[in-house]
């Protein structure tokens, strides 16, 4: 019967088994970190400090208008309601808004609302997950209004 062939174990082969483990967990770091920079959805404001200057003043304008706004999805409708503080229905002087998935901007959308008398509303196909609407809108007496709206749809 033949012998089998002893292989030793040298610091040349542990050396390459250290260079490719090492390898390995670097190629996937940097193909994370290219995923997470290429789906990045981006910036929130240009200058965060010229932001900060006016956010005070823009935040007591917006809360004097006592407005509620909620965002539902009803049979593909996308429903966005504003309310007063009495709990009566709003109609902005401009809307706009744009929805999208919170980390990734492939399903960006601007739906184009219609102000039906009670609330605003939109047809829109948004399959199952976590959903973002960011609305801008401003009101009769030209006050801006701004929030983002998390929504859940299920499946």
Known sequence: MAKAKERKLTGWHVLGIFGGAFGVIIAVNLALAYNAVKTFPGLEVANSYVASQTFNDRKAAQESLGWDI????????????????AGRPVQAGKLEAKVGRPTNVSDDLNPDFNYNGREYVAYVDLHPGNWDVW??????DGIPFEQRLEMTIGG
């Open 70 to 85: 909620k965002a539902t999805l009803d049979d593909g409708m996308l429903l966005l309601s504003i309310t007063d503080e």
């Open 135 to 140: 609305l801008k809108a401003v009101s009769l």
